[in-house]
């Protein structure tokens, strides 16, 4: 599987391969070229050559190509899913819901490509002061392997969208989804260089793109660490950047909460994706007279999840995406329970039931009687783990949600509408979610505050992080 330069399939210009395995069965799927500085290089002035043609391309054209792609991504959805599943090893129907958002990515924000509004401002007599939003020019994205379409139309969409030519580095280890993208963006006709696909190592090629003068936007979706690397970089040629970062959610449930529906959002949110996602509740505090019903309820759902193969059906919850990420587990667990935390449910690899040993499978874990003094609170998991912490005050509990360098997402339960207004005040984060989970939508802005990063995606926000705001004073009677 090749690379996608200048609208042509081609390989690296040293012909290496890397190989994709699949989470679930450690078995090698596929193998996909790796790009080089050169290529990177090619790729960079191939987007940079097609900038003035697609920016001036007719706005109704563009929009039509976009609306192509949201079709075709429908169109294919089962197909697409069943790729993601193989190389990431999320359920199908968790990866066919992930493509249709990613087609609404793309129908949004082809109709917020009419909507890129300038202003006249008010101006002494005979002169007109004219505000006018550009695109920036080429854009170089890059994204994580979590959400290896949904990331990917995210950023593209409203890049695109906003006239700017684009550059996609996806995740080494799941590249497919990206492929299959670029497939798409081919059938729909997109014209030469106007997208174009770099599969390889990350350092090498972020580190070309953070370089380039001509790459003039990068958004990037990953961890914190290497989201300061590039930050770093690209201060070196003052590219403009949007950096969506670590999580560690705080997730509230008040004593005056429907407990049943906090507990069905705990669990829907904490082990989709099997916990790997940047908004997954990190740290989950109850109040300390509503806990052991609440953890009841909670464990009642959690026995009744279905570990496995992703293609398998009923399966709810699949692999974790390398053995590593079952190592960090194990640590976190470790030193909770040598602190006093008491593991309730899980703790424990998971064969997949077929007795594959090569899976990457962690059983569901519930543990309560966590404090501040484990890493498990400190610590962004990634993983299927639910750390229960037991709180008094509405005080303390909002001490401890914002405890924490990161402010991504946030979520908290209850009944009163007096404690919605405070709390989601006080809450240090970029979205909270109230009585809901569901904090992601192509309308509504995503992104965190501190260590989280900054930039929005999604909504008018999303596209005008890809736009330049020119003034033009024109003074036409002398």
Not at 19 to 34: F, I, M, Y
Not at 264 to 269: E, K, M, R, S, T
Request: aromatic residues 8%; contains cysteine.
């Amino acid at each position: 599987m090749q690379l996608f330069i200048d609208g042509n399939w081609q390989d690296g210009s040293l012909q290496k391969t890397k190989k994709v395995e699949n989470p679930a069965t450690g078995e090698s799927v596929a193998q996909v070229a790796q790009a080089e500085t050169e290529d990177t290089t090619r790729a960079i002035e191939a987007a940079q050559t097609a900038f003035p043609r697609w920016r001036e391309l007719e706005l109704q054209s563009r929009v039509e190509l976009l609306h192509r792609v949201a079709h075709l991504l429908e169109e294919k959805a089962d197909k697409l899913a069943k790729i993601m599943t193989i190389e990431q090893g999320k359920p199908l129907a968790e990866a066919k819901s992930e493509i249709l958002t990613g087609a609404e990515n793309f129908r949004f924000n082809a109709e917020e490509a009419r909507r890129i509004y300038g202003e006249t401002i008010p101006a002494p007599n005979k002169h007109v002061y004219i505000v006018k939003k550009e695109p920036i020019g080429v854009v170089a994205a890059i994204t994580p392997w979590n959400f290896p379409m949904g990331m990917a139309t995210r950023k593209l969409a409203p890049a695109l969208a906003a006239g700017n030519t684009v550059i996609l580095k996806p995740s080494s280890e799941t590249p497919l989804s990206a492929l299959a993208l670029f497939e798409i963006f081919e059938e729909a006709g997109f014209p030469r260089g106007v997208v174009n696909l770099l599969l390889g190592n990350s350092s090498e090629i972020g580190k070309a793109l953070t370089a380039s003068d001509i790459v003039r936007k990068l958004t990037f979706t990953g961890s914190t660490a290497v989201g300061q690397k590039l930050y770093q970089e690209s201060g070196e040629t003052l590219k403009k950047i949007s950096l969506e970062l670590g999580g560690h959610a705080p997730f509230i449930v008040f004593s005056d909460a429907n407990l049943e529906s906090a507990a069905d959002g705990l669990v829907a949110a904490k082990f989709r994706n099997n916990g790997q996602v940047c908004v997954s509740p990190n740290r989950i505090f109850v109040a300390k007279e509503i806990e052991q019903e609440f953890t009841k309820l909670v464990l009642e759902r959690v026995r009744n999840l279905q570990v496995g193969n992703g293609l398998r059906e009923g399966v709810n919850v699949g692999p974790l995406i390398r053995e590593d990420a079952i190592h960090k587990i194990n640590r976190q667990l470790k030193d909770a329970a040598e602190k006093g935390a008491d593991i309730l449910i899980g703790g424990e690899r998971l064969l997949d039931g077929e007795g594959n040993e090569k899976g990457n499978f962690y059983a569901p874990t519930v543990l309560t009687g966590v404090t501040e003094q484990m890493r498990i609170f400190h610590e962004e998991t990634f993983g299927p783990v639910i750390p229960i912490i037991s709180f008094v005050s509405d005080d303390e509990v909002v001490k401890l949600a914002n405890d924490s360098e990161f402010g991504l997402a946030s979520y908290f339960y209850t009944e009163s509408l007096e404690r919605v207004e405070e709390i989601s005040n006080a809450l240090e984060y970029g979205m909270v979610g109230v009585n809901d989970i569901a904090i992601s939508h192509p309308e509504t802005p995503f992104g965190g505050v501190k260590h989280s990063g900054f930039g929005r995606e999604n909504g008018h926000f999303g596209i005008e992080e890809y736009l330049n705001v020119k003034f033009v004073a024109l003074k036409y009677r002398t």
